[in-house]
């Protein structure tokens, strides 16, 4: 079973193509019933979603941050992630990276694909989701079913990101 849980976190990818096929709004919700589980400090929950189905919302939001957005253009659908910095001043962008986190990882257990673009409070993006002011839209998730199967992307080694007891200049840890 360990072994099933290690595959399945190593085979997600983004996914930026996808295929001309609806995601029906069960699955969203599915997806999002269990992105609601996601840590958040003091489990303040400091997020809110946002479903788009329609396909000219899509488009529209694919043309407002030129190669970034591009993979919502053919988008079946896709979820924005709206988070409250009034709840959680100083932690509601990495709570709303948890979130997104579960978000892709729903999504890739139930045979979709995903990619994450960054808004950041992108004011076109949020204006073309009615996004009130005081809310901040950290990213929108790309989601349809997959028509690629990109390798995995390059990661750097091991040996030059760990560090054993306390911080020291790469070289000088040779544990690994
Ligand atoms: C914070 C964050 C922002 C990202 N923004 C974009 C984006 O705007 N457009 C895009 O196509 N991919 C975006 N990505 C996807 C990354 O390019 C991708 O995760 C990375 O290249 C590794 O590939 P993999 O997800 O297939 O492992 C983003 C990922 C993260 C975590």
Redesign the pocket.
Same mark, same amino acid.
């Given at each position: 079973m360990e072994k099933v849980y290690i595959e399945f976190l190593l085979s997600? $990818?983004?996914i $930026?193509k996808f295929k001309d096929k609806e995601v029906s709004k069960d699955i969203l919700l599915k997806i999002l019933d269990i992105a609601r589980y996601a840590p958040s400090a003091r489990n303040a929950q400091p997020w809110e979603y946002i479903v788009i189905t329609d396909k000219s919302i899509i488009r529209e939001l694919s043309k407002t $941050?030129g190669? /970034?957005?591009? *993979?919502l253009e053919n988008a079946a659908a896709a979820i924005a992630v709206v988070t409250d910095p009034s709840i959680s001043p100083n932690t509601h962008m990495i709570d709303g /990276?948890c979130t997104t986190m579960y978000i892709l990882l729903a999504a890739h257990a139930l045979g979709l694909g995903a990619?994450?673009?960054?808004a950041l409070d992108h004011p076109v993006m949020k204006k073309i989701l009615r996004i009130p002011e005081n809310k901040f839209l950290l990213?929108i998730i790309a989601l349809g079913y997959p028509d690629e199967k *990109?390798k /995995?992307?390059p990661r750097k080694p091991l040996n030059e990101l760990v560090h054993y007891e306390t911080y020291k200049s790469i070289g000088e840890s040779k544990d690994i």
């Amino acid at each position: 079973m360990e072994k099933v849980y290690i595959e399945f976190l190593l085979s997600r $990818r983004s996914i $930026r193509k996808f295929k001309d096929k609806e995601v029906s709004k069960d699955i969203l919700l599915k997806i999002l019933d269990i992105a609601r589980y996601a840590p958040s400090a003091r489990n303040a929950q400091p997020w809110e979603y946002i479903v788009i189905t329609d396909k000219s919302i899509i488009r529209e939001l694919s043309k407002t $941050r030129g190669l /970034a957005s591009k *993979p919502l253009e053919n988008a079946a659908a896709a979820i924005a992630v709206v988070t409250d910095p009034s709840i959680s001043p100083n932690t509601h962008m990495i709570d709303g /990276a948890c979130t997104t986190m579960y978000i892709l990882l729903a999504a890739h257990a139930l045979g979709l694909g995903a990619v994450w673009i960054n808004a950041l409070d992108h004011p076109v993006m949020k204006k073309i989701l009615r996004i009130p002011e005081n809310k901040f839209l950290l990213c929108i998730i790309a989601l349809g079913y997959p028509d690629e199967k *990109p390798k /995995a992307k390059p990661r750097k080694p091991l040996n030059e990101l760990v560090h054993y007891e306390t911080y020291k200049s790469i070289g000088e840890s040779k544990d690994i």
